[in-house]
């Protein structure tokens, strides 16, 4: 028994500092998060300067924060794509929560729908909010009714951003009534990507009248209206109905969407673009710091 008292010291040992670097990631990664909160955007070797620690160890945490969502990786260095309010709708709950990842993929294809230099109008919801983390950091015009989305761009020297203003909905956030439909008469988008709450075999759907009211302005001020929505939205209806198929150019879904569904829209005039879940992870990883 004498023999083994090392080997258990030695164990403990290992897993006491294991257990420490753990912690110290951790700790490090906390305090680089809350960095690039406040600044908004920060290089990388601001990153490295003012953490005390190689590029590598910098690179490895930005992998890590880029997963959960909280931060957003381009040329020369990293946004802030994280929580930026209370609103209930854009907290990510549960990890393996697989309406997230759906979304996450939606937003990944959508964003191949934009090229750099365009014009885009994006409301309010859950969706269009991943969507604008793909956008960030890159040379844009937008225009958003939200303010969790217009938050993230807030920093973005590359992006000009226009805010609509109107009364706030407190619940999601976002702008809407006769100010904010008053100014939509007056801009012109080259793409607005919208949200909904339902999709059914008449059209598409959303719960709160003046929203939908403010909607429809956006898509009259479009060139194209792109709807991204996930596959559980579909055969669901809500309180008021944003507008018909045929005045729709593209829906992006990911690709759980029924069979009977994919069929029924290869009758129609929209578009239908799939995005696939298994893509996402290689994607995210192909960005370059």
């Not at 854009?90 to 993929?105: E, L, V, Y």
């Not at 709450?197 to 009248?209: P, T």
Request: hydrophobic fraction near 40%; charged fraction near 25%; charge should be negative.
């Amino acid at each position: 028994m004498r023999e083994q008292i090392p080997f258990l010291i030695d164990f403990d040992r290992f897993l006491m500092n294991s257990q420490t670097s753990a912690n110290t990631s951790m700790a490090r990664r906390a305090r680089m998060l809350e960095f690039i909160r406040q600044q908004g955007f920060v290089s990388i070797p601001e990153l490295r300067d003012s953490l005390d620690v190689s590029e590598s160890t910098i690179r490895r945490d930005l992998e890590s924060l880029e997963e959960s969502g909280e931060a957003r990786r381009t040329h020369g260095g990293v946004f802030y794509t994280g929580s930026v309010s209370g609103i209930r709708q854009f907290q990510r709950g549960n990890p393996n929560d697989g309406a997230w990842d759906k979304k996450r993929a939606i937003a990944l294809e959508a964003s191949k729908l934009v090229s750099d230099h365009d014009t885009v109008l994006l409301d309010g919801g859950s969706s269009t909010y991943e969507l604008a983390k793909q956008l960030v950091g890159r040379p844009l015009q937008i225009v958003t009714n939200s303010l969790p989305v217009a938050n993230l761009f807030s920093a973005s020297e590359s992006v000009d951003l226009v805010v609509l203003g109107g009364a706030i909905h407190n619940r999601t956030g976002v702008t809407h009534g006769p100010y904010t439909d008053q100014m939509l008469e007056t801009i012109n988008v080259q793409k607005a990507f919208l949200s909904v709450a339902g999709v059914n075999e008449r059209g598409f759907y959303n719960s709160n009248m003046l929203l939908v009211e403010t909607e429809r302005c956006m898509m009259r001020a479009a060139d194209r209206t792109i709807i991204v929505a996930d596959s559980t939205k579909f055969g669901r209806s809500s309180l008021a109905r944003m507008c018909e198929w045929e005045q729709v150019d593209t829906l992006v879904v990911d690709q759980d969407l029924s069979t009977q569904w994919r069929d029924r829209i290869a009758t129609l005039e929209t578009n239908l673009i799939l995005a696939r879940l298994d893509t996402q992870d290689d994607q995210l990883h192909t960005l370059t710091s």
